[in-house]
């Protein structure tokens, strides 16, 4: 690298910093390699999240509104002396404590495991040889390349090459990209718009300027319309239950009945109300989504995007690595003039670098290396300086020097802008055109191959087709896309003619493919209905991908889109659902809800499938929890109103609540239907359908007190542990007729959801048997209330079918 050297005793006690000051000095005598290894002992030092210890986190479960008013009611349990309910219920707030935090921990361990696979690598100079290795291993002394796309790993000191072109908004807030040449430092996190350098890591993780910006500001992370929904429901719910507190506090006060022992039950009752596993469910449902994604392919980024993908009605996608395989392969050449085809070829593969791994570069190179002889042509060439592409300039350079030592450049690039560079008069008989749109008339994608002569002019030397054939499977992936309601439009930076040929292969309306110009610089409303119909789109720039998602969002549309580029970034961001495709920068993951590991569509649509099972879940489980509330605190407002009897103490429903909590915290794991039609909130159908279920378990509910009263002629106290078995059973019943629109057989259940039930409802039955806790009933009245809970949840879910009609009729459940 030629660096600079330092002497051993100056190196030592220094931070790295003010080390790599010394070494950009050439006054003393420490190799480069001798001073890397003194840096080494600083270690890695990576900007990592601030955790609280597993204990505290755990000691948090006992700090907020839902426990404050669990604990409160032990301590007035207490008050009244009732020393067997304080201590059952400060063992049941213990085991909700460790229940949640062990789904809640394990849920952080899955979302932490994601974002390893997204963690920045760098590609770094170790033992002579370049590799990938993760951001957080670099050490200051480190070599690192920087290239088109890379997110800059560490503050680094540029050292060899021509020139950066960084784009550091997100550190300075300047809206221009800079230059930065040799000595230059470029800053952690800052982005490589263009061109490619060697570097030296001279500070990581919290030293770094980006790390120490980072302690000054609080990140403050936006809720999405899905936590938005369920937060509306949890105030619901507990509004609810302060209502009718209410009005058994005005019963308890007309009828002097005792405040203290009213208190007990009001206080307990408002936390059977609220949905205390409700965090908890939100958390583990999406992390095991989103785990669920990742092994198809598509880790989330963000784990409020998954409601945005299961609502996405349009999908703007790729075409290269997406809808097609991102296999080039060189399938034609064309030379000009003089020159020959294999000319053509050796300045196309003079012009390519194998180590940057680019899909047109290894297209060239394969060809070549199939080719005999053909590295003896090579071998009488030296490439001594290169250009790589970038966006802007659309092509390669390198400078070369033969055998004899003569100098040239050759380039390869977009056929425009290669013609750009030479003297039109030497391809004025040329038809370059007409070449182009054969090519792409057969879906091949022209490269123009150009060299200078002794002279240092252009010369055209030929043209080569490239052509990337569809994925098998993207035909049949875009049907099933269309038949779940998501709208593909195809987005391409290719030729008019290529776009429609590929489009027509993989059924898209050929004939809707329009060019990006169509709908540019017109009338707003003109330019939406264009986009709206357009099959997709042919030579788009990144800078159009940014307004096709903006009009489309006027539009009202949740819009996906796909890229893979640095100047992908700003439409990924402002998409509902930005989706990084497999290879892309680390700007573009950076930027993106998800990104892909595999290539192809069929990814994406996966993606969506998934998405809308854990909407569906979290529907499920509102419908559950409402209709949970409303059938227990009903029943037992108006059985105090109306008939001034306590059908349960306060214990019991301190047991309902927590005991019928815990097992549905598996129903992030529960098997359900994905909608054919992209996902939304329905406040409507969910409160008319939650409400109606609640009515009809009331209604039951009663009709078990009678029995009890009038026909069993059961005991208070049997009579309460009869009842609390009936409201424990009949609510998980309810939950299977809350997670199916259909018959509650048309979906099977998960095995840990049923397992769950299972055990949760056989401890119930057996501590009202025995009287473990509660009053004992024996069981001959408890196969009672299975059979009577049973027989009334097979005419509940007979009944809600034709509600659902009825919704539908009404236009409601729309």
């Not at 190196?11 to 790599?20: D, R, T």
């Not at 994604?293 to 075409?319: F, P, T």
Request: aromatic letters at 8%; proline letters at 4%.
């Amino acid at each position: 690298m030629g660096l600079p050297v330092i002497g051993t005793d100056e190196a030592k006690n220094l931070p790295p910093s003010e080390l790599f000051e010394i070494l950009s000095s050439s006054e003393k005598g420490l190799s480069t390699s001798e001073a890397r290894e003194r840096l080494l002992h600083y270690g890695p030092n990576e900007i990592t999240e601030k955790k609280s210890h597993p204990f505290i986190k755990f000691l948090s479960y006992f700090w907020g509104p839902i426990s404050w008013m669990i604990e409160i009611a032990a301590v007035l349990s207490a008050v009244l002396h009732r020393w067997a309910d304080f201590w059952i219920i400060t063992s049941l707030l213990i085991i909700n404590a460790l229940v949640g935090f062990r789904e809640e921990h394990k849920a952080d361990n899955a979302i932490e495991l994601l974002k390893q696979k997204l963690a920045l690598k760098a590609r770094a100079l170790r033992d002579d040889k370049w590799i990938w290795l993760p951001a957080r291993e670099l050490v200051p002394g480190d070599i690192v390349r920087l290239r088109l796309g890379d997110i800059v790993p560490a503050d680094v000191k540029l050292i060899e090459g021509d020139f950066l072109l960084v784009d550091e908004s997100t550190l300075t807030g300047e809206s221009l990209p800079v230059d930065k040449h040799v000595l230059d430092v470029a800053y952690s996190g800052s982005i490589i718009r263009q061109g490619e350098m060697d570097a030296m890591v001279v500070a990581t993780g919290m030293s770094t300027y980006f790390g120490k910006t980072a302690k000054l500001v609080e990140k403050a992370e936006k809720q999405s319309h899905f936590q938005k929904a369920i937060i509306k429901i949890g105030d619901y719910l507990i509004v609810f239950a302060l209502a009718l507190s209410v009005l058994i506090f005005l019963v308890a006060l007309f009828r002097h009945e005792s405040m203290l022992e009213f208190l007990q039950f009001a206080l307990v009752l408002i936390v059977a109300a609220i949905p205390a596993a409700l965090p908890a469910v939100l958390t583990v449902t999406m992390a095991a989504g989103a785990m669920s994604l990742a092994k198809k392919g598509a880790i989330v980024s963000k784990l409020a995007s998954i409601e945005e993908i299961a609502g996405m009605d349009v999908l703007c996608s790729d075409k290269t690595g997406t809808i097609t395989k991102n296999e080039l392969t060189l399938s034609g050449i064309e030379a000009f003039g003089d020159f020959s085809e294999k000319d053509v070829l050796l300045f196309a593969k003079l012009a390519s670098r194998e180590e940057d791994k680019d899909p047109i570069d290894n297209a060239i190179i394969t060809k070549t290396s199939d080719m005999q002889d053909f590295a003896s042509i090579t071998d009488k060439y030296r490439v001594i300086a290169f250009k790589p592409f970038d966006p802007v300039s659309k092509r390669t350079e390198a400078t070369v020097e033969d055998s004899s030592g003569n100098k040239f450049r050759v380039t390869k690039g977009a056929p425009h802008v290669i013609l750009s560079l030479v003297d039109r008069k030497d391809v004025s008989d040329v038809p370059i055109d007409e070449y182009v749109d054969k090519f792409a008339a057969r879906g091949y994608r022209a490269l123009g191959v150009a060299r200078t002569d002794a002279y240092g002019v252009w010369h055209f030397t030929g043209l080569i087709a490239l052509y990337d054939p569809p994925r098998e499977d993207s035909a049949e992936t875009i049907k099933s896309a269309q038949s779940m309601g998501v709208d593909v439009k195809m987005v391409t930076g290719d030729h008019l003619a290529i776009a429609r040929e590929i489009a027509r292969q993989v059924n898209l309306n050929s004939s809707r493919i329009m060019p990006v110009a169509s709908f540019l610089d017109i009338p707003d409303r003109k330019a939406e209905d264009i986009v709206e119909n357009a099959s997709g789109f042919a030579q788009v720039f990144p800078e159009h991908k940014y307004h096709i998602v903006n009009i489309l969002q006027r539009s009202g549309h949740i819009v996906g889109m796909t890229g893979d580029g640095v100047n992908d970034a700003p439409a990924l961001k402002k998409a509902d659902a930005g989706i990084a495709v497999a290879g892309a920068t680390d700007a573009a993951k950076s930027a993106a809800d998800i990104v892909l590991t595999s290539q192809g569509l069929s990814v994406i649509v996966d993606a969506i499938k998934e998405s809308r099972k854990i909407f569906q879940r979290m529907n499920n489980y509102s419908i559950y929890r409402i209709n949970e509330t409303i059938r227990v605190m009903l029943f037992i407002t108006l059985s105090v109103m109306l008939f001034q009897f306590y059908p349960v103490t306060a214990l019991m429903i301190v047991l309902l609540a927590i005991l019928n909590d815990i097992p549905i915290m598996t129903i992030a794991y529960d098997n359900v239907k994905y909608s054919d039609m992209p996902e939304k909130w329905d406040m409507r159908t969910l409160l008319s359908i939650a409400t109606f279920l609640g009515v009809i378990g009331v209604a039951s509910s009663f009709g078990i007190l009678y029995i009890g009263l009038h026909i069993f002629h059961l005991t208070h106290e049997v009579l309460q542990s009869f009842i609390y078995l009936k409201l424990s059973v009949a609510g998980h019943f309810a939950l299977f007729v809350a997670r199916t629109k259909g018959p509650f057989w048309s979906v099977k259940p998960a095995k840990p959801l049923l397992i769950a039930v299972i055990v949760t409802q056989l401890i119930a039955t057996l501590i009202t048997v025995y009287g473990i806790l509660l009053p004992a009933m024996g069981w001959g009245l408890a196969l009672f209330v299975w059979g009577y809970s049973l027989t009334s949840f097979l005419i509940t879910d007979l009944i809600k079918l034709p509600f659902y009609k009825l919704l539908d009729h009404t236009g409601i459940n729309r």
